[in-house]
């Protein structure tokens, strides 16, 4: 405590009492009263100065009173029910329940405007409150249902939510899945390190490759952890599947397409060999025959090369890369026709020089034969899109009559093509992180090709 200073009075603390306030129904009530007190207090007077016998004084006076006390309470009843009434919605729109109506509510005046706009207000609510009923039925029902699993972990990594796609692979029911940490789930690295990312992981349910992705909600002001694994090893097994099939008809087709001929030849050589009497040009069937194993032979090699060359690209050497120059020395390489040099902005690009010109040798080369079909021109340019370098090439072609083949291994509409041009220099592209795409063009006849490579950082 302070001390106290020489010659001054000790304080003492006084605790008010807190006001007391009129409630708002007795003021309305006194409000009432005071306007009629001035005429009842007139009509007392000339009552009582008047020539009146005493009992008439008392009987009116008692009967105005009655009548002013009547209309006093009946102005606070007018004014207070209403108020109560829209009270009692309000409790029961805060309780939930939007079956509530204020009945009476008249449009022409400030209370029944009121009364409507509570009404409103409730059907509003009711309305929100059925389609987010219906909204968290069908979200319920597509996490039931959906083939991914999907977890849902507190600030504590404690597991909150689990779908019945999440029950099968950890092996277990939610029931005792809730409520266990992710170290314990043996998901802890899920909740750490990159938000999206592939896993090789084994599971009690299950084993295999997984697609991982995590995110991050609120719910309660408290920041909650949303991840979501994807079976990667299903898909997977079914691409290589088809990219199996593919290869073997493929392969199939060629083998067939030089073995045919070769075996027949075969045979009608071997026929003319065993004959005791030849026929005259004998000889000469021999060396077309053997000419002919030779050709087919000679082609069923190229192929196997080919496709050697298809699964045996190197890794890109990335270095520095002037656009302008590697374009430039991809379209001197051109000795049939004159190919139109589009020069764009001075760009470097991260890039294997060698695999990149291939590549552009590759479409430079597909566009001149197009273009010699018609005798039109073709274009090479480039320009940067954001953060990307696009290089086009235009041509004045027939354009492209089946576009959904063109990146298929093998295809190819011409003679003596090995089909592997395109395939290879998209998957140039996509070593370099870029892109491919060939499409007709659109405000006149030919096709473009466009590569999107990124820039150097």
Known sequence: ????????????????????????????????????????????????????????RWTLTTLIAILWLGFAFSVRSTVVRPLQTLSNMQSALREGDF????????????????????????????????????????????????????????????????????????????????????????????????????LERNFPGTSGRWGMRRTTF???????????????????????????????????HELNNSLAPICSIAGSLEDIVKREARPSDWEEDLRRGLRVIAERSEALSRFMKDYGRLTRLPKPQLRPVAVSSLVSAAVGL?????????????????????????????????????????????????????SSVNIFVQDEGPGIANSANLFVPFFTTKPGGSGIGLVLSRQIAEAHGGSLTVANRLAQRGCEASLQLPLRG
């Open 1 to 56: 405590m302070a001390p106290a200073i020489a010659g001054s009075q000790p304080r003492v603390s006084v605790r008010r009492k807190p006001k007391r306030h009129l409630s708002h129904e007795n003021r309305v009530l006194l409000l009432a009263l005071a306007a009629g007190a001035p005429a009842l207090l007139l009509s007392v007077i000339l009552l009582w100065t008047g020539d009146h016998t005493d009992s008439t």
């Open 99 to 198: 079956s509530f109506r204020v009945r009476g509510a008249n449009p022409n005046d400030a209370l029944g405007e009121l009364m409507l706009e509570v009404n409103t207000l409730s059907e509003m609510l009711r309305e929100q409150r059925l389609g987010a009923m219906e909204a968290t039925a069908l979200l319920s029902t597509v996490m039931t249902e959906i083939d991914v699993a999907v977890f849902a972990f507190d600030g504590e990594h404690r597991l909150r939510l689990v779908n019945r796609a999440g029950e099968r692979l950890l092996g277990q029911h939610a029931e005792r899945l809730l409520g266990k940490t992710a170290a314990e789930l043996g998901m802890a690295d899920c909740l750490e390190g990159e938000s999206a990312r592939t």
């Open 218 to 252: 609120r719910q309660g002001g408290v920041p909650h952890f949303l991840v979501v694994l994807t079976d990667l090893s299903r898909t997977l097994r079914e691409e290589e599947r088809q990219a199996w099939q593919r290869l073997v008809r493929v392969l199939g």
């Open 334 to 386: 051109e000795r049939r026709m004159a190919v139109e040099l589009v020069p764009g902005p001075d760009l470097t690009i991260e890039a294997d020089p060698d695999q990149l010109q291939q590549l552009l040798i590759n479409l430079i080369r597909n566009a001149v034969d197009a273009s010699l079909e018609t005798g039109g021109k073709v274009q090479i340019g480039w320009s940067r899109n954001g």
